[in-house]
C-alpha cells in the first residue's frame, strides 16, 4: 500500500514537471492515455475481463487524446 502511494505521489511530481517543461495541451493527452495502458495491462496480465462499455470508454479516451495532440 505504501509503495502504491509513493508511485502515486512520484506520478503527479513527473506530471507537474512535464506541465512546466511543455504545453498543457500536449502534456494532458499522454497523461489520460495511462487509463488505457491499465486497461491493457489488467486484461492482458491481470486475466481482467473487460466489458463492452469498458472497451468503448478506452476506445473514447484512446481518440480523445489523438484528437487532442494533433488538433
Do not use: K, N
Not at 506530471?15 to 489520460?32: E, K
Amino acid at each position: 500500500m505504501m509503495l502504491a502511494g509513493l508511485a502515486g505521489a512520484a506520478s503527479w511530481l513527473c506530471y507537474f514537471r512535464a506541465l512546466q517543461l511543455g504545453d498543457a495541451s500536449r502534456v494532458a493527452p499522454v497523461d489520460r492515455l495511462s487509463v488505457v495502458v491499465v486497461m491493457i495491462a489488467g486484461v492482458l496480465f491481470l486475466g481482467e475481463h473487460l466489458t463492452v462499455a469498458g472497451a468503448i470508454g478506452g476506445v473514447l479516451v484512446l481518440a480523445g487524446s489523438i484528437l487532442i495532440s494533433v488538433g
